[in-house]
């Protein structure tokens, strides 16, 4: 289990630095920028509780580190940690062989690497509900094991401040460990110990939710065989839609389904919380929440069901273990070996579109601006991904942001911050004339700009370079004056 933490430990450290940090990434930095009260502040405009906020704050040496690393090794250790865990899980069950294919599978899935590799809660959220079902199979053998239930408490408090998404977790648990063990003290225990911690977001959630999904109900809806694709093969909505996407889940479908078909020769019953751990959720938002609430995610939300990633691991695991003990096993163990490679294959085919497309453009324009910036220069930003690019790239930057009208004509702001509970607060106090009066000035903006502040910013000026990061354009001009 050791060798397998470190060679995941590897796989996410890979590239780690090569890729900027990008939008989401950002938010996080310049909250951390702010300290404690900021970040508590923010849980009632953002769609996520505070606690990954502040872990990531003190990790980062409470906001005062300024590299990539420091804002993503707490999910790359996460991630790695997963890996160990898929293998401890499926060992419960099936044999040794079967563990090291499943744990081969969470080691180079495409959808677990990308959040590893990143500084959001989901690697960590994927970790902890791994380290649930482990709890859960040893609570099935010690049910008067005092310390798996504080450790089952103390996650399920922590995912739940973590991710308003880990209720889909929480939710399953509770239910089958009510089936299995009734009203068991421990039990009884727990439930109010997660209930009293979560009092707070069950004040405060339901509004900041209902917000933000009314904010994107006009983006492409999340569909289950969208969400099953790039719970599989990863984010085809940043890094481009392969076959994999496509034959992936079919594949793992089939093994999951087959597992299931056989499962009565199994001796464990926490398989059926591993059903119930996927089935319910999906069921539940797509067969419920959707057709009959009317309440839709947007596409690029598809991450908040990664967290069903362990409990699909486990039944294409159980699957897997199914076909060696067919009638011809040889065949049976040839066959797996076969499909895992296969699935192995797959996998490696959407991860290299992951390690060679940069998933931060607006992170890279910032990077070119302080590469070549001057003593003098004014950078002016017209779209808030690069003014949050620019707080962490080029914060020495005289910079100017946020246009906007005023009786005094066209003004534009000097802070870059993007936090949603802060916008009120800035001022716009710098005019273009005053750009203007610069040696140099640098435009980024998302490829458009309003012809009329197009016209004021750049008239009579000259251009001395132009490059693009798609969808962002980095224009540096001259004699503006």
């Not at 999906?282 to 069903?308: R, T």
Request: charged letters at 10%; one cysteine or more; aromatic letters at 10%.
């Amino acid at each position: 289990m050791c060798l397998l933490f470190l060679v995941a430990l590897v796989v996410r450290s890979y590239r780690l630095a090569a890729n900027p940090l990008w939008f989401d990434e950002l938010y996080s930095f310049q909250l951390g920028q702010l300290g404690f009260v900021a970040i508590i502040r923010n849980s009632g405009y953002e769609s996520h509780p505070p606690l990954y906020y502040l872990i990531q704050w003190v990790a980062a040496g409470f906001g005062m580190l300024r590299t990539e690393w420091a804002w993503r090794w707490l999910s790359v250790l996460s991630g790695a940690a997963t890996v160990p865990l898929i293998y401890a899980l499926v060992a419960t069950t099936a044999s040794r062989l079967t563990a090291v294919l499943a744990s081969l599978l969470m080691l180079l899935s495409p959808a677990d690497i990308y959040f590893s590799q990143e500084g959001r809660p989901y690697a960590l959220l994927v970790c902890i509900t791994a380290l649930v079902a482990l709890l859960i199979w040893r609570l099935e053998q010690r049910p008067e094991d005092r310390r798996s239930w504080f450790v089952l408490a103390v996650c399920s408090v922590v995912g739940v401040w973590m991710s308003y998404s880990y209720v889909m977790v929480l939710a399953p648990v509770l239910l089958y460990l009510v089936a299995r063990m009734r009203w068991q003290r421990y039990l009884l225990i727990s439930i109010a110990v997660v209930l009293a911690s979560s009092a707070p977001l069950i004040a405060i959630g339901p509004r900041t939710l209902h917000s933000i999904l009314a904010g994107s109900a006009h983006a492409t809806q999340l569909t289950l065989r969208d969400a099953l694709e790039m719970i599989v093969g990863g984010d085809f909505l940043r890094y481009g839609l392969r076959p994999a996407h496509m034959w992936m889940p079919v594949v793992e479908g089939v093994l999951a389904l087959a597992g299931l078909a056989s499962v009565r020769r199994r001796a464990n019953p926490t398989i059926a919380y591993h059903v119930m751990q996927l089935v319910l959720p999906l069921i539940g938002f797509f067969l419920i929440a959707m057709p009959l609430l009317h309440i839709f995610l947007p596409a690029f939300d598809w991450k908040q069901f990664l967290i069903l990633l362990p409990a699909w691991i486990f039944l294409v695991a159980i699957g897997i273990e199914s076909l060696q003990v067919v009638r011809f096993e040889r065949f049976g163990q040839a066959l797996a070996l076969l499909l895992t490679a296969l699935l192995i294959y797959g996998s490696s085919q959407n991860l290299h579109d992951y390690w060679t497309k940069s998933k931060s453009p607006e992170g890279l324009a910032a990077l070119a601006v302080q590469h070549s910036l001057q003593p003098g220069d004014a950078v002016v930003s017209l779209h808030h991904s690069l003014d949050a690019a620019l707080s962490f790239y080029a914060a020495d930057a005289d910079s100017f942001t946020k246009p906007t009208k005023t009786s005094s004509g066209l003004m534009f702001s000097t802070s870059l911050l993007v936090l949603l509970g802060e916008q009120s607060h800035l001022s716009h106090n710098a005019s273009i004339l005053a750009i203007r009066k610069h040696q140099r000035v640098w435009v980024l903006s998302n490829g458009t700009i309003d012809p009329m502040l197009q016209q004021q910013l750049t008239s009579n000026c000259t251009v001395i370079s132009r490059q693009v990061f798609a969808p962002f354009a980095v224009v540096l001009l001259t004699n503006c004056r």
